[in-house]
């Protein structure tokens, strides 16, 4: 199963623009009907209002935004755009409203503070209703020529900004810029955190046309405070740039559909965030003790230290006070699968005591509890597992009944029909007694006569006794710590520092316990411990099963699962390593920067997949074999804004994180004439440099210092510069992107669990 673009993880495809079938407005539909015989019959029309975006936008159709909020780093070369989750939005509507406009109706305007009359103070954001928007008081400001639909009111609330109208003119795109400045991307989302995986994969962009203001030496301290601001230019075409309209020099009031902020300097790039990580295995730190602890006892924290290991302190059930050992799931070191495990009633059976340390190990007794507690948590589940246990129960009592009447009867088999019972029992010579009912036992035989009886037919099933599917897909989420709170993952804070990347393996033993904590819940009789007995196992074994199934489930019910992951060809069986889930912790600005990072994982990684200098037809083989050996990933999540959590199926050995190429920012190199771009291919090669290198001058808009591209002018110079390579075809948003898009940033760790990892930035 292939991801519908067909295209591989890390490959970006651009569109020059996605137009949605009906854009929102009012229509009428109305129906005739013609009948040969009977004449022609006129229907009563029908109008109907198509609704959209217009004066806001939902948090949830911003996808990302370059570059990221509240950083600080080296943008001053780089035009800042926000990314949308949905492809259509940015041509919805257009800015003369008319049906044969094709451009935007958005722009993405960016600022300094220098950029304002009082140099130091940015205009305020305000939310005023609709009204106000478009008929200000007084005429204070100019304000878009629009009429409302019937599904809009002038008492809703927008945000708004007055931009000082020199301001304006000399900084917002012309009207015949704006066709240049959206585009869509479309990518393989594969390798990506849940919520990116979701995706279909497409993504529509809007680019500023402004450079940020730059850092003057190290003036301001921290960076140059720039602002992006997403406003909507529908009804303002007479008031762009270059226009006949000149309304005595009064503000522009805009629609702000999104804003953020960003400051220029040279502390934050993605190359320099990755490189910056300390890289280790997941451990607690260990600085050497106190000065007076005894030689032993340092050597013995340190060696727990080494296996995963943190000290807590401790309650007991009799309000002792008490400092035990912990483990969470994550640990530094292979632990095998054992073969079979010790029955726990509760959650205290798995307490251990080391009478050398004279400390307790809580680790698979809080697993336990913990996952007694969550199923208990969730009603939905709980209901279900215990309906599920009353089932087998019931079928359980019904195999120890017939048994008991079996020895009663003298039949060997208490198994059989009764009536096959009750035939055995009548062929025996005259003489032959039953035993007493009283002196006959339910417990005469072994639970693989159990499973025998409840294990379905070939070609039978007996869905009332087969475990219920939600019931498996919550098991299998569990086995990838969803719901799992964080403190139990990192039980110390030092384990997982700032900039840092931390690799494990997950420990089947704490998993294990996990499950049978939350299997647990239901029981109510004695009696339930054969049943615990019988089943436990396969409660594990539909946890396996169900995790590596999780990410294409999410993505089934997303809607278009089967065209994203090949799950059949990288399906495992039960016992096939999967003790060997292995991943990594990363916590860093980076994952808050940049949404949607592509993170891939091999166990077998060889040199020459990475050589750059190789031909296209060996770049091709190498990605085959890159795609046929590269680990499945079960779960990659974001846990905090900063902090990501991957689980890979096997031993991850190689692993590079990638910026996402839906995201890849544009930019050009700065030179004393303001700034320069290198042509790119576009028809022969698409996306490579044209060799030998091509470079052209960016056209700017009035003076250097203020940064405003004239992006239609620079647009045709590309395309009359590209003429060999596309044959005189028209440049688009899409050429225009490829143009001026800079590679995005990846980096390598090759890892070694014996000792802190090595990271390679390329």
Not at 137 to 153: A, C, F, I, T, Y
Not at 614 to 641: S, Y
Not at 709 to 719: K, N
Request: with cysteine; hydrophobic share 35%.
């Amino acid at each position: 199963m292939k991801h519908p673009s067909d295209l591989d993880p890390g490959q970006i495809k651009f569109h020059q623009s996605c137009r949605p079938p009906i854009t929102p407005g009012t229509y009428t539909v109305k129906v005739n009907q013609k009948v040969t015989q009977l004449g022609d019959f006129d229907g009563e029309p029908f109008e109907f209002s198509v609704a959209g975006p217009r004066f806001s936008l939902s948090p949830s159709d911003v996808y990302s935004v370059y570059p990221p909020n509240e950083k600080a780093g080296d943008f001053a070369s780089t035009l800042p755009h926000v990314v949308f989750s949905r492809r259509t939005l940015p041509w919805e509507r257009s800015v003369t409203g008319e049906k044969d406009d094709s451009s935007p109706w958005m722009a993405l305007l960016v600022f300094s503070a220098a950029d304002f009359p009082t140099g130091s103070k940015f205009p305020d954001i305000v939310t005023r209703p609709v009204g106000e928007l478009i008929n200000p008081d007084k005429g204070e400001s100019v304000s878009p020529k629009l009429k409302l639909q019937d599904d809009e009111s002038p008492l809703d609330l927008c945000t708004t900004v007055d931009i000082p109208w020199d301001v304006f003119q000399a900084n917002a795109p012309r009207y015949t810029d704006l066709e240049f400045l959206a585009h869509v991307r479309e990518v393989n989302t594969g390798a990506k955190e849940t919520s990116s995986f979701l995706a279909d994969g497409w993504f529509s962009v809007v680019l500023a046309n402004r450079f940020p203001q730059p850092q003057v030496g190290k003036e301001p301290p921290g960076g140059c405070e720039n602002r992006a601001y997403l406003v909507s230019l529908e009804g303002l075409k007479e008031y762009l740039p270059n226009s006949t309209q000149n309304p005595a020099k009064k503000p522009v009031r805009l629609a702000v559909l999104s804003s953020w902020s960003f400051r220029c300097s040279e502390a934050f790039t993605f190359i320099s965030s990755m490189r910056d990580l300390n890289v280790a295995r997941i451990e607690m730190p260990w600085k050497g003790g106190p000065p007076k602890g005894s030689p032993d006892a340092k050597e013995s924290v340190r060696a727990a230290y080494q296996r995963g290991y943190t000290a807590l302190n401790h309650s007991t059930r009799l309000g002792e006070k008490a400092v035990s050992w912990y483990r969470g799931p994550l640990v530094p070191l292979y632990l095998a699968r054992q073969t079979s495990y010790t029955f726990r009633l509760v959650a205290d059976a798995a307490l251990r005591y080391d009478p050398l340390q004279g400390m307790m190990d809580v680790t698979y007794a809080g697993a336990f509890q913990l996952g007694r507690l969550l199923a208990l948590q969730d009603r939905q589940f709980a209901v279900s597992l215990y309906a599920y246990r009353t089932r087998v129960r019931r079928h359980v009592n019904g195999l120890l009944s017939k048994n008991r009447l079996g020895k009663v009867l003298g039949v060997a088999s208490g198994l059989e029909p009764e009536r096959n019972m009750m035939r055995a029992y009548l062929s025996k010579p005259p003489g032959a007694l039953a035993r007493r009912w009283s002196e006959a036992t339910e417990y005469g035989f072994e639970p693989a006569q159990i499973k025998s009886d409840t294990e379905p037919k070939p070609g039978e099933e007996d869905t009332d006794l087969a475990v219920p599917e939600n019931v498996r897909q919550w098991l299998g989420r569990l086995m990838l710590l969803y719901r799992v709170p964080f403190n139990y993952l990192i039980p110390d804070e030092r384990m997982l520092p700032k900039d840092s990347i931390r690799f494990f393996y997950l420990d089947p033993g704490w998993l294990k316990c996990l499950l049978e904590g939350a299997c647990s819940v239901g029981r109510a009789s004695s009696r339930d411990e054969l049943v615990d007995m019988e089943l436990r196992d396969n409660f594990l074994k539909y946890a396996i099963e169900e995790s590596r199934k999780v990410r294409t489930q999410e993505s089934l019910d997303a809607g278009s699962a089967q065209d994203r992951l090949d799950a059949g060809s990288t399906q495992k069986s039960f016992d096939d390593g999967w003790t060997k889930l292995t991943g990594f912790l990363l916590r860093s600005p980076a994952v808050e920067g940049w949404q949607g990072l592509e993170m891939r994982a091999w166990e077998t990684w060889k040199k020459e997949w990475d050589d750059e200098a190789a031909d296209e037809t060996t770049k091709e083989k190498n990605e085959v074999a890159k795609k046929e050996n590269e680990l499945k990933p079960l779960r990659i999540d974001r846990l905090a804004p900063d902090m990501m959590l991957c689980i890979f199926d096997g031993k991850l050995n190689h692993i590079e994180i990638k910026q996402p190429p839906e995201g890849m920012h544009f930019g050009a190199s700065a030179d004393k004439n303001g700034y320069q771009s290198s042509l790119r291919s576009l028809v022969k090669s698409p996306g490579e440099q044209i060799s030998p290198a091509v470079w052209v001058q960016v056209k700017l808009r009035g003076s250097t210092a203020n940064r405003v591209m004239d992006v239609a002018t620079f647009a045709g110079v590309l395309q009359e510069k590209l003429k060999k390579d596309t044959g005189g075809k028209p440049l688009t948003s899409a050429g225009l992107g490829v143009e001026m898009v800079l590679s995005p940033g990846r980096v390598v760790f090759d890892v070694n669990y014996n000792k802190s990892g090595q990271g390679r930035p390329k």
